[in-house]
């Protein structure tokens, strides 16, 4: 087992003089961004779009198009930061959650980068790395609240510190993100449709329909299948004029419906465990209706709650490499030499930190 030279780099490490190389590819976006002390100097995202036709992420489509990008969406991270591979101190690369195909192409990548130039390697959580991004342009003080809102995951977290993470709330069913992509679909729209629901509500009366708001007066779980299903039943019992002349009535409602829950759960919990800070995250935290509610409810309470900026909500590798920037502010005294050094063994899932 070859080990990495790491004085030079650990020195630089210890002091947290820091260029970092994130590598994202857990889903469909294949991304590469440099994190330095002077902010994100590039943040480089391919999305895949030959999933449209599929209404979904076809996986092995998804590992075929990352394997086809990831070298030029490096380079060009590389390029627009105006650094060499070899001014790198350390490669920040997700290793899960994700599709496992996607997740291979990124870490195999990482690794053989990290073994050609002799540079730390770090394995990132993805769902860690989206409340982290909000660190790219807030100083967090904690204990706090996050409210993570994707395609594949809707969770309320506890953090402690940075460092102690625990999840409070979770959907039983689907994910927001999931609920407004399948409800879109049923809508006839393109995929990922939760951006173009967006779009079309801003347009639209949100009080036109009232759909189920699942578990809203109870605890701090999610459910949105029951909404689903009601949408479905509601577009099968109107006729297509009905529904073009208020799609964008239809689709407002059910943003409603959906953003009215995620705000009433953060709400809660943020009262319950009486921390009046939060973040929002993940790529339904760029929902423009969400962004209303939160900060209509943060002002209403007193709360303070960071919201990312857009293009740090949605798959970015920025945030990938701001969660390896606490990563390793965290364990500056607990073996960081050690945690570098067996950075080429990390696998999909395995020991996933956070
Ligand atoms: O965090 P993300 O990029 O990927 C996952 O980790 O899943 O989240 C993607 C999800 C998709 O379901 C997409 O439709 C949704 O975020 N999304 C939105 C908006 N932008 C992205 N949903 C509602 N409104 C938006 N503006
Ligand atoms: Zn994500």
Known sequence: MPT??????????????????????SCDDTAASILTEAGVLSNVIASQSIHIQFGGVVP???SRAHHQTISQTVKQAL?????????????????????????LVGLSFAKGLSLAHQIPLLGVNHMDAHIFANTIEHTLNYPLIALTVSG??????????????EIIGKTRDDAAGEAFDKIGKLLGLNYPSGPLMDAHSREGNPTFHAFPR?????????SFSGLKTSVLYYLQDQDDAFISNHFNDICASVSHAITEVLVAKLERAMQVYSIPRAVLAGGVSANSMLREKVAIMAKKNGFIIHQPA???????????AATARIMLQNELSI????????????????SLPG
């Open 310 to 320: 857009l293009a740090y909500c949605a798959d970015n590798a920025a945030m990938i």
């Open 79 to 103: 390029t627009e930061a105006q650094l060499d591979i070899r001014d790198i101190d350390v490669i920040a690369v997700t290793q899960g959650p994700g599709l496992i195909g996607s997740l």
């Open 214 to 222: 699942g578990l809203i007066h109870q605890g701090l779980d999610f």
């Open 335 to 350: 073996g960081l030499e050690q945690r570098l050094r067996v950075g080429w063994e990390i696998h999909p899932y395995a």
């Open 152 to 165: 594949g995951h809707t969770q309320l977290t506890k953090l402690n510190s940075s460092n102690e993470l």
């Open 60 to 62: 092995e489509l998804a």
């Open 4 to 25: 990495l030279k790491l004085s030079t780099k650990t020195t630089k490490i210890r002091k947290l003089i820091l260029n970092i190389l994130g590598i994202e590819s």
